[in-house]
Structures are given as structure tokens and as C-alpha cells.
């Protein structure tokens, strides 16, 4: 499960009910200002050093009508994870220098053969030393909480130096500065901002205002056209424009873990299971296709699931279930700590390559422990959705709650599978 972190609604983000009639009316205001994305507001990314990256950058801009000087071919590993410093010279920089030449673009399309992760920094040996000396102080205090006849106020004080000590050694550890490379680039346009842990989202509905550290100005749309396989990838990318034409058919499938109630959510876990459920009914309100909702712990088994179009559940750890049979266009979205670790290893059965490598055309998931609170909310994310007017990258964006975090968005950021 999730390690135990609760979200602090107060000081993190407050989280709005969606309703029907709210998400009309943030949808007319989003329509009056132009916000639906178009194929010239994209930069495509793609590794020079990869001949299919960049045959396969070329066959999205063709089939979106990009403008062929919408590209920035780059020269860097195709390894999943790439070094912090390697990251900074072969991708950022480059990516930099061609947004700042082209104001207009507002979303970044990453394609196969672009690094998922960009690691935490390696750590110098002065840097190294000061963290092993850490460590025996924490072992030191850790012997001495063992004793017996320790007085209250002493084993307190004790207490509190070791979480002060646990808390510095994370820090220059500098483990929290790993992160989902799209959710780094994401903020090129940034001047400045915190690399340690999650910033808060200023698209993102659910955040107060005056908590956001970041404006809109500084955020780019990303989202990658990635997989196993570039045959995978090709898919991808055709099954959206075919089931952009036709509309997408099918079932939703939304696989919570408690029945749906009345009580007030005292968890992130809660909150994000009934999120399940009203995501659920919006869709089904939506007319837009059949819904069936499952509000036991038991997941949907092989076979439950025939003409999955639309899925949305958890829990299941790096462990997908094959219980799906994927129309083409779908969308697969499974809450679990670990799902987008990898997309290419052998034998991984991390639910979104398992959903790529059966079907989908779009996925999301972490690089790492995002933490509940740091999923897209489903009711906002199938909310615009199925309203139609928005693309997937947009409808990702405003469900997202953190950037230079651990979330990443598979698929063609145009597509719009229930478009008017």
C-alpha cells in the first residue's frame, strides 16, 4: 500500500466536489478564452540518436498536421533513467532554447526513445561523508531510546533529534529530487522552483490560489507517445485518430474498493475512492456509454471486463490484472504506487505497460511513490473527458495536483475521443 501519508487538505490543497453544473461552467469559461488545444501549439521531442524516435515523430506530425519546424531532435541515452546533470545539457537546455524562440507553444509531445526519469544528483564525497555521520548519530540515538530507566523528558528530546536527523539525511540525500523527467520539463519555462519534492499545479482545480508557488505562464502541457515497442507506439497513435472520428465505443469500467456512502472522507485514500465513484457517475450521466462499477476490495477478474473503453481503479502493485478487452481508444488509468517504473523491461507487469502492450491508447501513472494525493482526481480528469471539449492533455492537466512530481500522461495530447 501507499506508505502512510495522509493529505493535509488545510495546507495542501482544498479539493471541490465536481458537479455537473460546475464543470459546465468552468467549460464555458475555458471555451470563451480558446482553450482547446491545436496541433501548431505543439513541440515535438524525440532522440536524433534514435532512428525510430524520430521516424515515428514524423509520422505524428504528419497524421496531426504539426508544422514540420515543430521538432527538437536531441542527442542524449535512450535509458529509462537519465543522470540530473545529463538531463539538465542534453534535454533541458535544448528544449529551453526552443520554447523561448517559439512563444506559442503551450504543450511538449515526448516521443519514444526519451527518457521516463530524471535521478536524484549524485552525491559528493564531502556530501557522502556528512550523511554517514548522520547515520551514526542516528544509530547512536536509536541504542540510547533502547536503554531502560530513560526518563520521559529525556526519551522526548531524544525523540525529536532523531526525527530532525531522519529528516536532514533525506534531504541531503537528495532522494526527493527524483522525478518523472515529462513532470520536470513541464516547468522549462520556470525561472525557479524547489527540486526537492512536488510543487503544487497552478492548472489544477483543486488548489487555493494563494498556495500556488508557480503561474500558469510558467507551466507547459506534456504528455509522450511512448511503449514497449514502436509498433506499439504507431498503434497508439492511429487507434486515437480512428476512434476520434467514430467516437469511442464501449463500456467504463470503475473498479472502486468501498461502496459508495454519505460519510465524510477522512483519508486521501477515502477521498480518492469516492472520487471512483463520482467519476463513475458523471460518466454515466453523460450518456456517453454503459458503466459498471465495482465498490468492493475484489478487482475486476479476466474476463469482467469485454469492450473496456474507459477504466479507472485500484489497488493492485505492479501487478495487472488481465481482466480487460481494450477497444481501440481506450483509456486505462490504475491507481498504484509503481505503474509507469518502466515501459520497455521484460516481464514487468507495471500496469501501464501491461495496458499499452494490450491495447490502450492512453495511460497514466507514476515513476515513483507519488503519494494518493498526487494522482490526477478522476472525477475532474473523466469529468472534461467526456464533456468533449478539451483534449487529453488538457483534461490532464487540470486533474493534475503536482508538477516536477512523479506522474506521467501516455498518449497523443490532441486526442479527444467523445470530440463534438
Request: proline content about 6%.
Amino acid at each position: 500500500m501507499f506508505p502512510n501519508r495522509r493529505p493535509h487538505y488545510r495546507h495542501q490543497f482544498f479539493l471541490y466536489s465536481v458537479s455537473i453544473i460546475f464543470t459546465a461552467a468552468v467549460l464555458f469559461g475555458l471555451r470563451g478564452i480558446g482553450f482547446a488545444l491545436e496541433p501548431d501549439e505543439i513541440l515535438v521531442v524525440a532522440n536524433n540518436d534514435r532512428p525510430e524516435s524520430v521516424a515515428l515523430a514524423k509520422y505524428y506530425m504528419e497524421r496531426r498536421k504539426v508544422p514540420s519546424g515543430n521538432i527538437v531532435l536531441l542527442k542524449t541515452n535512450a535509458l529509462e533513467t537519465i543522470p540530473r546533470i545529463d538531463y539538465d545539457q542534453q534535454i533541458a537546455a535544448p528544449v529551453r532554447s526552443a520554447v523561448s524562440n517559439r512563444p506559442h507553444i503551450r504543450c511538449l509531445l515526448l516521443v519514444y526513445g526519451i527518457p521516463l526519469k530524471v535521478a536524484a544528483p549524485i552525491l559528493t564525497a564531502a556530501e557522502k561523508e556528512k550523511v554517514r555521520s548522520l547515520q551514526q548519530e542516528q544509530r547512536n540515538i536509536d541504542a540510547m531510546l533502547k536503554s531502560e530507566g530513560l526518563k520521559a523528558a529525556n526519551r522526548q528530546s531524544l525523540e525529536d533529534e532523531l526525527k530532525r536527523i531522519k529528516n536532514e539525511i533525506g534531504s541531503r540525500k537528495k532522494t526527493a529530487q527524483l522525478a518523472a523527467l515529462d513532470s520536470e520539463i513541464a516547468l522549462i519555462r520556470a525561472s525557479e522552483y524547489p527540486l526537492s519534492g512536488r510543487v503544487p499545479n497552478p492548472y489544477f482545480l483543486g488548489h487555493k490560489s494563494h498556495e500556488n508557488r508557480l503561474k500558469k505562464k510558467d507551466v507547459l502541457m506534456v504528455s509522450r507517445i511512448d511503449g514497449p515497442t514502436p509498433g506499439i507506439v504507431r498503434r497508439i497513435i492511429d487507434d486515437a485518430l480512428k476512434a476520434e472520428a467514430a467516437g469511442l465505443k464501449g463500456t467504463a469500467y470503475f473498479d472502486a474498493r468501498w461502496p459508495d456512502n454519505d460519510q465524510r472522507a477522512r483519508s486521501g485514500y477515502q477521498y480518492y475512492d469516492k472520487s471512483i465513484h463520482k467519476a463513475a457517475g458523471i460518466v454515466k450521466k453523460s450518456g456517453r456509454m454503459p458503466v459498471v462499477v465495482d465498490g468492493s476490495e475484489r478487482l475486476f477478474q479476466k474476463g469482467e471486463c469485454p469492450e473496456a473503453a474507459l477504466y479507472c481503479g485500484w489497488y493492485s502493485l505492479a501487478k495487472y490484472v488481465d481482466a480487460f478487452e481494450w477497444q481501440p481508444g481506450a483509456i486505462g488509468f490504475h491507481i498504484a504506487s509503481a505503474e509507469c517504473t518502466t515501459l520497455k523491461k521484460a516481464g514487468s507487469q507495471v500496469w501501464c505497460k501491461k495496458m499499452l502492450e494490450n491495447g490502450v491508447a492512453a495511460t497514466i501513472g507514476p515513476v515513483g511513490e507519488p503519494y494518493v494525493d498526487g494522482f490526477p482526481l478522476p472525477e475532474v480528469f473523466f469529468s472534461f473527458l467526456v464533456d468533449g471539449y478539451l483534449t487529453l492533455a488538457e483534461c490532464y492537466l487540470i486533474s493534475l495536483p503536482y508538477l516536477s512530481w512523479k506522474m506521467i500522461l501516455v498518449g497523443d495530447p490532441l486526442y479527444r475521443p467523445f470530440k463534438p
